[in-house]
């Protein structure tokens, strides 16, 4: 960077205009009648600083040396040797502790002759710059920046005539850094500063000014550099031929804007620039069709974070022409340049610093970059470079920092890499290396730092070899070998790295017990996870200073839960512990994250765990926990993520857990909850997943989690006892991308308005982001068990692009909704064990996304739709049990499903895979489906006749007993009928009976 050279260059110009000053004031001193010197300062201006102080905030006492006669021995001011006037004020913040607040008085204007004035770096808590600055006719250097100043900036500073430097660079650098605190609406007043050779405006918001800042740049003839970045300028001057002014300008900044344009030509024009700064300010291609010969003192140019294309070469190729080359410093990093690495990178003979990384650039390691011997920092990360790394790469002997990860390179990592002398910075992580790395390669490395060979899981070729007395050359702060073979014991050489603050050495084959030197480094992170670490950990533990991650998950651990003090992210999942969780657990007060899944834990959930004010993730998930879930949630102000799924909690949901405004992910699936879902849920309104399947809960789905809960992305509601309908309101979330309800006792049809959720009919970024799930660089992986493809699967990292709907095993019934065929990304659809009924909806082609289907154990009937073999994603079909007739698709993937169980049971499917084909199957087809016909039709005459029936009874009944409930008449009448027909009925049976005693005599006496 030449930004250095500009500074000096300025203070060396300004030094020279002090002394010449000082020179004219010690010439008028001896031409004076008393010639004598002042001792002291000036009453009036030990009064004035002295009323400035008084309104200041000095939190850590910083102005105590403000006392006694002389200000100018005082701490910050100076003062003139001969007159005694004070003439600089320098109060710059030296850290946040000793940051300076409160008013700037009025009195600092009977300093006439102060030309330096730095109040940088305080704190004046958004009170705007005062006006009475620019009453300084003598100020040369004013610097007012991350200050955390507000307000409208004063165009009185205009007045200042003499002033060289001026940086007014906003926000607050130790808390809020990127916020614009300070505006200007009009720059018109720059062309007041004829002298200004300096200027910062960083992070003041000029979007007012956007049309005019290269109009007000232009009135300082003498500017050499020019800061604006992000200031929210969208304005980039594009005309062929301005009138540039900037006849001198050696630095332009104009990083993180909003510009949304191509490079303007006038820029290549400016003989005199060395560093230029564009990265993140929205510039995109082409590139313009100039001579960039005239940049040959270009030092630094910046465009990463940007949208150029393969223009990007082009430019390399333009700026490479330069015989005489003085660029030490390129930065195309984050773009989208694409292609092979230009042999011309390798004319750059003074190049420095070379950033490509976050492109695509493919093809080897290119050879061009053996020519740059000056080279310090080489980033490629992030591309697509392929290869070894060559072995010439130990010339490039003033290399500091060497960053190849992220790429496909391959082969064995070269000896050679040891000749490296000065680096102190190197990162392998993330290819495909095989072979060793042993002591050599570190022999003669010993100003290294930072060390990372941290793989992909899926490649384990690279093995370290070092001997176990080993001592290391270099003394590092970061180690990060993760999915490499290490050793079975731990590493003793580690005990000579005296620095290390971050240890990670994650899957690297240590089976071993953990040192107890470890615990007695000073480490910020210490990851150690998926080894086989075995034995038991101290049991109380308090670092110093605060560790931020503490990790020794997935290994074989065991003995009671520690309680470790100081640590912010603690990981103990998937070991061995037993016994309950400790009583006081809520002493872990700097506790944000707290893992202890997948273990043998038991017991109730404590209740001190309340106390962990500043906890955002709790996982007690798969251990064998019981009793209640803690009733106090209302102290948790940060919690995102609670996960106590997998256990044997019992009862409801506690009402307190949903007054956590933050709750993200709520996993209580697999216990024993019972219940109807608490309307206390509906207050989760931010939750994005929300899993209570597989409990005990009974009732209807409540409407309200379509109507409340519109951040939901993730419901899984299967295994319970839930009845009733599917909610339409569900249509309403439109981030939901799993919808699990299978193994309930819903009823009704299939909404047709599923066909409209958003997150799974267009491709989007599903979810909402919720600070990426991360703290630090490490982000917390979501968990959640879903059936795909059959089989009981679960997700992790890739969870939020797994779309699925499975409605399985209900009592579910009616057509397939046609409009259910939008859903285009749709992933994976269950709809078996239920009683579907009609055909499949033909334009099921349409779900080009769909991996799984399964409608299995329906009465779907009709032939496979055609279209549905030109979904080419299908990799597991099942339409078994059902009633499908007509010809099995053969083209696409329907070739590839050669099982025949998946069409069995449907009588009136034939072709491969199935035996029958149509030639021995039609007739019997044809015979069936007369069959079919008949056996409809006969049941259709049976359902009419059970039908008459049902309906005849109630309404016999009701015309006759109805009318005689409605009319009093008609009722007494029928009862005087029923009296006299009885009557007459007794008087009937009486006689008959009478005549038959008498005859059945008669035949008696004659026989």
Not at 938 to 961: K, T
Request: contains cysteine.
């Amino acid at each position: 960077m030449a930004s250095w050279k500009t500074t000096l260059l300025l203070l060396t110009l300004f030094l020279l205009s002090l002394f010449l000053e000082r020179l004219l004031a010690e010439a008028t001193i001896i031409n004076s009648i008393d010639g004598g010197m002042n001792k002291g300062c000036i009453e009036v201006e030990r009064k004035a600083l002295l009323e400035f102080k008084n309104g200041l905030k000095d939190p850590s006492g910083r102005l105590s040396s403000w006392v006694g006669a002389d200000c100018c021995k005082w701490k910050g001011v100076d003062c003139n040797n001969q007159t005694g006037h004070v003439v600089k004020v320098d109060l710059k913040s030296g850290g946040d502790f000793s940051r300076l607040g409160g008013e700037i008085s009025d009195s600092l204007l009977d300093l006439k002759h102060l030309n330096y004035l730095d109040l940088s770096f305080n704190d004046f808590q958004g009170i705007p710059i005062p006006n009475f600055l620019g009453s300084f006719e003598r100020l040369r250097y004013l610097d007012l920046s991350y200050a955390a100043f507000g307000g409208m900036i004063p165009p009185h500073l205009g007045n200042l005539s003499q002033l060289c430097y001026l940086n007014l660079s906003g926000g607050d650098y130790y808390y809020n850094f990127s916020a614009p605190l300070m505006r200007v609406h009009n720059l018109n007043w720059l062309s007041g500063l004829s002298s200004l050779k300096y200027l910062d405006m960083g992070h003041v918001n000029l979007s007012k000014a956007t049309t005019n800042w290269m109009q007000a740049a232009n009135m300082l003839p003498f500017l050499l550099e020019l800061h604006l970045s992000n200031c929210e300028l969208s304005h980039f001057p594009q005309y062929s031929n301005p009138f540039v002014n900037l006849t001198s300008i050696l630095v332009i900044d104009l990083s993180y804007n909003n510009f949304n344009t191509t490079l303007p030509g006038w820029l290549f024009n400016i003989s005199t620039l060395m560093d230029l700064y564009l990265n993140g300010a929205t510039i995109k291609g082409p590139i313009p069709h100039v001579n960039l010969l005239s940049l040959h003192n270009l030092v630094t140019l910046d465009l990463s974070y940007n949208h150029i294309g393969s223009e990007g070469i082009e430019l390399v190729n333009g700026l490479s022409a330069c015989a005489n080359s003085s660029l030490e410093e390129l930065n195309l990093g984050d773009n989208q340049v694409s292609g092979q690495l230009p042999d011309s990178l390798g004319l750059f003979k003074n190049l420095k610093s070379l950033h490509l990384s976050y492109n695509s650039f493919v093809g080897p390691f290119p050879n061009s970059i053996q020519h740059l011997t000056n080279l310090e920092s080489l980033y490629l990360s992030k591309n697509s470079i392929s290869g070894p790394i060559p072995t010439w790469i130990g010339n490039l002997l003033r290399m500091k920092r060497l960053d190849l990860s992220f790429n496909l390179m391959n082969g064995t990592i070269p000896e050679s890499i040891g000749q490296l002398r000065e680096l102190t910075e190197l990162f392998l992580g993330w290819n495909s290396w095989e072979g060793v790395i042993s002591e050599i390669h570190f022999s003669n490395l010993t100003k290294l730092e930072y060390f990372s060979s941290h793989l992909s899981p899926k490649n384990q070729s690279l093995r370290f070899h070092v001997r176990p007395e080993w001592i290391p050359p270099f003394s590092l702060w970061n180690i990060d070998i993760s999915n490499c073979y290490v050793s079975p014991k731990f590493p003793n050489w580690l005990r000579t790295q005296k620095r290390l603050d971050t240890i990670v050495l994650k899957n690297v084959g240590i089976s071993d017990t953990i040192p107890e030197w470890l615990w007695k480094l000073d480490f910020f992170w210490l990851d150690l996870s998926r080894n086989q670490l075995y034995g038991k950990l101290p049991n109380s533990l308090s670092f110093s200073p605060e560790a931020f991650v503490v990790d020794l998950s997935f290994n074989r651990l065991v003995g009671r839960l520690p309680l470790w003090f100081n640590v912010t992210w603690l990981f103990l999942g998937n070991n061995l512990f037993s016994g309950p969780i400790p009583l006081n657990i809520g002493e872990l007060s700097s506790l944000e994250v707290l893992d202890v899944s997948g273990n043998l834990l038991n017991g109730s959930i404590p209740l001190s765990i309340s106390k962990l004010k500043d906890l955002g993730v709790i996982d007690l998930s798969n251990n064998h926990l019981s009793g209640k879930i803690p009733m106090n949630w209302n102290n948790f102000h940060q919690l995102w993520t609670i996960d106590l799924s997998k256990n044997k909690l019992s009862s409801g949901i506690p009402s307190s857990m949903c007054s956590i405004s933050s709750l993200s992910l709520l996993k209580l699936g697999d216990n024993n909850l019972s219940g109807e879902l608490s309307p206390s849920i509906q207050n989760c309104t931010r939750l994005y997943s929300l899993d209570l399947g597989n409990n005990r809960f009974s009732g209807e789905i409540p409407k309200w989690i379509g109507e409340r809960m519109s951040s939901l992305g993730q419901l899984r509601l299967r295994g319970n006892m839930l009845t009733g309908d599917i909610p339409e309101q569900l249509c309403r979330l439109s981030y939901l991308h799993i919808l699990d309800l299978a193994l309930n006792n819903l009823s009704g049809s299939i909404p047709q308005c599923l066909g409209n959720l958003t997150a799974l009919s267009s491709v989007t970024l599903l979810g909402i982001e919720f600070d990426d799930m991360t703290r630090g660089h490490v982000s917390y992986s979501e968990r959640m068990e879903l059936v795909v493809k059959g089989q009981d699967m679960e997700f992790d990292s890739i969870l939020r692009i797994v779309n699925l709907i499975d409605l399985s095993s209900n009592n579910i019934w009616g057509e397939i909704p046609k409009e259910i065929t939008n859903l285009s990304t749709l992933g994976t659809l269950n709809l078996s064990r239920n009683q579907l009924t009609g055909k499949i909806p033909e334009k099921i082609g349409a779900m080009q996304g769909l991996e799984t289907l399964d409608l299995s154990c329906n009465c779907l009937s009709g032939p496979i739709p055609p279209s549905m073999s030109s979904i080419t994603s299908l990799n597991h079909l099942n339409l078994s049990h059902n009633r499908l007739s007509g010809p099995i698709p053969t083209t696409n993937q329907f070739s590839t499903f050669n099982d025949p169980s998946i069409y069995e049971a449907n009588l009136g499917l034939y072709g491969p895979p199935l035996s029958t084909n149509c030639s021995t199957n039609c007739s019997t087809l044809n015979d069936q489906d007369h069959k079919d016909e008949e056996e409809d039709e006969d049941e259709w005459d049976m359902s009419w006749f059970f039908i008459s029936m049902g309906l005849g009874f109630p309404v016999g009944f009701w015309a006759v007993c109805g009318s005689l409930v409605l009319k009093k008449s008609w009722r007494q009448a029928y009862f005087r009928f029923i009296d006299e027909t009885r009557d007459r009925l007794y008087v009937f049976t009486a006689v008959n009976v009478a005549r038959l005693k008498r005859k059945m005599e008669a035949n008696g006496v004659h026989g």
